[in-house]
C-alpha cells in the first residue's frame, strides 16, 4: 500500500468516520512499514509514536484498539519487538439488497485513492486537502487527554459501527520489470567486464521485483566507483553491449551527476 514514499489510503475509508485521528495516523505509520509479500512488519512504539505525531501512550492504547476491531493482528514473543499484521482496507461491507453502504454523513464517494505522506496525517480533513492553522506545540511530555478521543468518537453517527471489509490477503507479487533486468545487466557488466550467461540472465527474468530490487541494492554497494572504477571504458566490446544509460555511467566512473558536479 505504499508507494513511492506515500501510503494509499481509499478516500471512503478517510471520508467514513470509522477511525479516529490517531488511529487513522497509527495506521498509516504500520502501513508505511508494511512488507507487501507477508503484509507484516514490526516498528517499535516509539517509532509508530514518532510517526504518528502520538505519545508513546496513546500509540500503545491505539494499537490495542486496532487489533479489537481486527485491522491488525499482533504476535508478541517475550524479549523480541511485536510483529503486526497489517489488513489492508478493501471496502465497507455492501448492502444485502445490492446498494453499496454509504458511511454515514459522507456523500458520493469518490473511487479514487487519497496519497497520504506519513509525515503528513495530523494535517489533513476528511477530503485530503491541507488545512492551514496554528496549533500550540505540544509538551514533549504531555498525554493526549482520554476525553479528546472519547469526544471524537462522540460526535459519531450512532449508526457508525466498527464494521468494515480489511482483508489480511497480501499483494501479489510482480515480475521483474523491464528497467530492471537492464539496470542489473549493466552492473553486471561494470563489475564482471562481459554479459551475463544466458543462464543467470534467465534466473533473473524469474525474479520478483522485490528481489531485483535486493540484488540491485547490493551490487551498488560493492561496485567500485569513481578512480577505483574498472569497468569496460569506451571502445571495448563489453561497453557496447551496456545500454545508452550504462555507457553513461561507465563514462562518469559510475559517479552520479550530482556528485560529478
Aim: hydrophobic share 30%; proline share 7%; net charge negative.
Amino acid at each position: 500500500m505504499g508507494d513511492g514514499g506515500f501510503v494509499r489510503l481509499p478516500y471512503e475509508l478517510i471520508d467514513s468516520g470509522r477511525l479516529t485521528n490517531s488511529e487513522m495516523c497509527v495506521y498509516i505509520s504500520l502501513l508505511r512499514h508494511r512488507d507487501h509479500h507477508t503484509g507484516r512488519c514490526w516498528p517499535s512504539y516509539a517509532t509508530i509514536a514518532q510517526e504518528a505525531r502520538v505519545t508513546r501512550r496513546t500509540a500503545i492504547s491505539v494499537i490495542k484498539r486496532l487489533e479489537e476491531v481486527g485491522i491488525i493482528r499482533i504476535f508478541a514473543e517475550h524479549n523480541k519487538p511485536n510483529v503486526y499484521e497489517v489488513a489492508l482496507f478493501d471496502g465497507f461491507p455492501t448492502d444485502p439488497e445490492g446498494g453499496e453502504t454509504i458511511a454515514p454523513g459522507s456523500e458520493m464517494v469518490s473511487p479514487r485513492s487519497e496519497m497520504i505522506s506519513p509525515e503528513g496525517c495530523n494535517g489533513f480533513t476528511s477530503g485530503g486537502e491541507k488545512e492551514h492553522h496554528e496549533q500550540e506545540p505540544l509538551n514533549k511530555n504531555q498525554e493526549l487527554a482520554p476525553s479528546n478521543e472519547k469526544h471524537e468518537r462522540a460526535l459519531r453517527s450512532d449508526d457508525t459501527s466498527d464494521e468494515h471489509n480489511f482483508s489480511f490477503d497480501t499483494e501479489p507479487e510482480k515480475p521483474i520489470s523491464p528497467k530492471q533486468f537492464t539496470y542489473m545487466t549493466d552492473l553486471y557488466i561494470h563489475i564482471m567486464g562481459s554479459t551475463p550467461p544466458a543462464a543467470q540472465a534467465a534466473q533473473w527474468r524469474e525474479f520478483t521485483q522485490a528481489q531485483a530490487d535486493a540484488h540491485i541494492k547490493a551490487w551498488n554497494q560493492r561496485v567500485p566507483r569513481g578512480d577505483e572504477y574498472a569497468g569496460p571504458e569506451y571502445g571495448e566490446d563489453a561497453y557496447n553491449r551496456l545500454s545508452a544509460n550504462g555507457q553513461d555511467a561507465a563514462d562518469r566512473g559510475l559517479i552520479p551527476d550530482w556528485r560529478s558536479a
